[in-house]
């Protein structure tokens, strides 16, 4: 490889965890440093279109420019060997058009072909016709997959996530995006990473048996955490990972401490019925499920024989820790006749349960029942995650919109909003294709093109300088506004209150976040943040977004809110009016009452959130004709096409990065 791309092509990208030393980089950051490795590796045009002629068909039809186009685009993912002499066989040792028909290969040929010309839904009709058609077709699956996830819609994802697993389950991005999937989609107590973790064929993989510990702590399922840390120390643990090893070893011994601490007082002393039941769910929980059954029945037996008082909370632990469901069933028909303030909140545990293991109508009666009696957080939290999951969307409209009611200070009932919107697709989520340009950009959108940036001092320094500057050239009309001339700017359209809140904001990062709602909200426009670099598809955007008042880049995966790095309005739109208020009417709060404010949620991406459901909710009959008016891209698309920030100097600092102050 005569020509290796630059490490700070993927260090750029790369987040390392100070603590552990673990690195991790987003799958298509990764995909795309791959490809720049693939444009030096030793290709043989010849060699390849004379192995794989369907290729060279379609060159001669125009979807690829050359072999080396089409290997670096798809070949390489799909196992094509670029030259007689490459020695390494993925997947197995035939090659992938031997184990499938030719029709298979021009099927996924032929999706591509669409994909570039940006036609999203023919894209997933074919590669569903594949999936179809062809139930050993592993690529077909990834990229259906990839697509579902980049549109956010996870239940169907993980529908794919089971074919591939049960097609390729060693084949390392299979896994890779099956624990991407499964950890959003499903957070249960059989995570798919414990699967994983156990199987032979992946054991020696340090980082999945990481991984691997992690899901099974956070699932209490600590005889899997300990499998999974032996097989580390049997394989040596890597420098980079010593740390983690070492923390997730004394949280094991602290489990296991107290376990020893519980059976040694069992045999001097006794154990109150309470301690034994406490013991019983973490022997369960050890793996030692049969042992914790009898021990369990014989303390029931012990404190309903004299009386004796304990918890329903740790009877439900141990009841769900060693699976018997028929008993647990039971205690639930019980607590919820008994009707006690202290059964409301172990009710709402058993419900958390019942929906994790894909019990949802179970789920549902408790919560129905609780909620009559109180309206907690958790319960409510569960009722929406349960109509998410099962597409209700207007039911969770509704109930979202009477949780904003009971408690318009929670955060949570915007966010279950904007996931079911997303999920049920009505959300128009932009594709976004980066083409040289050969027309000039479309100018008569309702978004203006003038871009708005901020930096707080008059002089940037030089790496923010370069990147304002690069931006500046790229559309007509531009304005860099500091503190002063922001200052100025809302003194001149906005009343003095607005001034003072402005005045008030502690952070440079938070003056930025209401400078540009004031901006947008007056005079629309494009706001970017002054650390992103240009990712060349800003005309593509706006070119798609001609009729549409709004853009916005959603955040989390799957979206659970919206984030203001970037932010295209017309003028005076109801979104951002909106969120220009609740900003205002907090901090004026916050002055009376005289305490720091918190930035995500006052002046940045909550308060945009909010803004947008709020604004959502009360379009009633015009919620459709609302939606349509909004254009949304994620964020992994909007870092790979529109714009990525960049990891500058001054985010060390507490005045340069807000998450410090």
């Known amino acids: 490889m005569p020509y290796p791309p630059p490490f700070y092509l993927l260090n750029r990208s790369m987040k390392v965890d100070a603590k552990t030393g673990i690195a991790s980089v987003k799958y298509f950051d990764l995909l795309d440093f791959i490809k720049r490795f693939l444009y030096g590796m030793e290709f043989d045009e010849t060699y390849y279109l ?5 290729i060279a068909e379609s060159i001669k039809r125009g979807t690829f420019t050359s072999g080396r186009h089409h290997y670096i685009r798809h070949g390489y993912f799909e196992g ?7 020695f390494f066989e993925p997947y197995d040792a035939e090659e992938p058009e031997k184990r499938l028909p030719k029709e298979y290969s021009l099927l996924l040929h032929a999706a591509a072909s669409v994909w570039k010309q940006g036609d999203a839904q023919t894209y997933c009709g074919l590669l569903t016709t594949a999936c179809l058609t062809y139930p050993r077709g592993l690529t077909a699956r990834m990229n259906l997959c990839s697509y579902f996830i980049s549109v956010i819609n996870f239940p169907a994802a993980y529908k794919i996530v089971i074919e591939m697993m049960s097609i390729a389950p060693t084949d390392a991005l299979a896994i890779s995006l099956a624990a991407d999937v499964y950890k959003v989609f499903r957070k249960n107590r059989r995570s798919l990473d414990c699967h994983l973790a156990l199987r032979s064929d992946v054991s020696e993989s340090v980082g999945l048996r990481l991984s691997v510990c ?18 580390i120390a049997r394989d040596k643990v890597p420098p980079a990972d010593t740390e983690s090893y070492r923390g997730k070893t004394e949280r094991l011994q602290v489990f296991y401490r107290e376990i020893q ?19 019983a769910g973490l022997l369960a929980k050890a793996g030692r499920k049969q042992v914790a059954k009898r021990l369990g029945d014989s303390f029931v037996s012990a404190f309903a024989s004299n009386g004796a008082a304990v918890r329903p909370a740790l009877i439900v632990d141990w009841l769900i820790s060693v699976g018997d469901e028929q008993s647990l069933v039971g205690y639930i028909t019980l607590l919820m006749d008994a009707g006690t303030p202290e059964s409301s909140g172990v009710l709402t545990e058993l419900a958390r349960h019942l929906y994790e293991t894909d019990r949802e109508q179970e789920a549902l009666k408790i919560i129905e029942k609780i909620s009559n009696e109180s309206h907690s957080e958790e319960a409510q939290s569960i009722y929406a995650t349960i109509l998410l999951k099962q597409g209700n969307t207007d039911l969770l409209l509704n109930f979202c919109e009477r949780w904003i009611e009971r408690s318009p200070g929670s955060f949570q009932p915007h966010s279950l909003m904007i996931q079911g919107l997303a999920a049920d697709q009505r959300l128009n989520f932009a594709t976004i294709r980066v083409q040289t340009r050969i027309t000039p950009p479309v100018e008569n959108g309702l978004i203006p093109r003038h871009i708005i940036q901020f930096w707080d001092k008059p002089e940037p320094p030089e790496e923010i300088a370069n990147l304002i500057t690069n931006w500046a050239s790229l559309c007509r009309s531009h304005t860099l506004l500091n503190e002063r001339t922001a200052r100025n700017f809302l003194s001149s359209n906005f009343n003095h209150d607005t001034v003072k809140c402005f005045d008030y904001c502690h952070h440079p990062a938070m003056k930025a976040d209401f400078i540009r709602l004031a901006y947008l909200a007056l005079n629309g426009g494009i706001y970017i943040d002054a650390d992103d670099e240009s990712r060349g598809g800003l005309d593509a955007l706006l070119d798609l977004a001609r009729h549409k008042r709004l853009i916005l880049v959603t955040g989390g995966y799957p979206s659970t809110h919206f984030n203001n790095l970037f932010i295209a309005s017309a003028p005076n739109h109801p979104v951002i009016e909106r969120a220009l208020r609740l900003a ?12 720091r404010l918190n930035i995500w949620g006052t002046t940045g991406p909550g308060v945009l959130t909010k803004a947008f459901s709020q604004v959502c909710l009360a379009q009633s009959g015009k919620r459709a004709e609302f939606l349509n008016e909004v254009l949304v891209i994620n964020s992994r698309a909007h870092e790979a096409h529109v714009a990525r920030s960049v990891p500058a100097s001054y985010k060390a600092t507490v005045l340069g990065n807000w998450r410090l102050s």
Request: aromatic share 4%; hydrophobic share 35%; no cysteine.
């Open 50 to 54: 004379s192995k794989y002629p369907q």
């Open 80 to 86: 094509r060997k670029p030259n007689a002499d490459y």
């Open 214 to 231: 992690d899901a099974a702590l956070a699932s209490n399922a600590w005889d899997i955490a300990r499998r999974a840390l032996r097989g």
């Open 261 to 279: 601490g519980l059976l040694s007082a069992r045999r001097t002393s006794g154990l109150s019925p309470q301690d034994g039941i406490r013991l």
């Open 584 to 595: 205002i009417d907090d901090i004026k709060t916050a002055i009376e009452e005289q305490r």
